[in-house]
């Protein structure tokens, strides 16, 4: 079996972290992931990454750099994270697909959240990636 790429976007603004809280399927409504998607056959992962934020935000953003790493998913899926960034002008995200609450979280807020169990790391590599340092209660 091919592995698919999930991609999930680092979206900082201002020195905050976007968090999407997911409305389905059913066994991950209410927990906060980072927000992305898959990757479409032969679409380049930074595009799904721009696509995805589109689609599920209603943003224009633009890729930065891949956060080294990669986590595994429900197979056949691996979550590949970048950071992001709002272009000037894009509209403020919205909860369009998928999603039934948005929250930006300073560095000392990140863990308020109940994240996805495979998020956890993916996220805690890319806070480290960004130079956000947070006070994370539940330990390494």
């Known amino acids: 079996m091919t592995e698919r790429i999930v991609v999930g976007a680092a979206l900082v603004d201002g020195g905050r972290l976007l968090a999407a809280r997911r409305s389905a399927p059913a066994d ?8 992305g998607g898959k990757v479409e056959p032969g679409e380049a992962p930074e595009a799904a990454l721009v696509r995805e934020l589109r689609e599920e935000l209603g943003v224009a953003a633009e890729a930065g750099e891949r956060v ?30 998928d999603h039934d609450a948005l929250r930006w979280l300073t560095p000392a807020r990140i863990w308020d959240v109940p994240w996805l169990d495979q ?15 947070t006070a994370d209660a539940r330990g390494a």
């Open 68 to 97: 080294p790493g990669q986590w595994p998913l429900r197979p056949p899926f691996a979550l590949h994270v970048w950071t992001a960034r709002l272009l000037p002008g894009s509209p403020a995200p919205a909860p369009l697909e």
């Open 28 to 35: 991950l409504a209410g927990r906060w992931e980072l927000p």
């Open 119 to 133: 998020d956890v790391p993916a996220l805690r590599q890319a806070l480290a990636h960004l130079g956000m340092d």
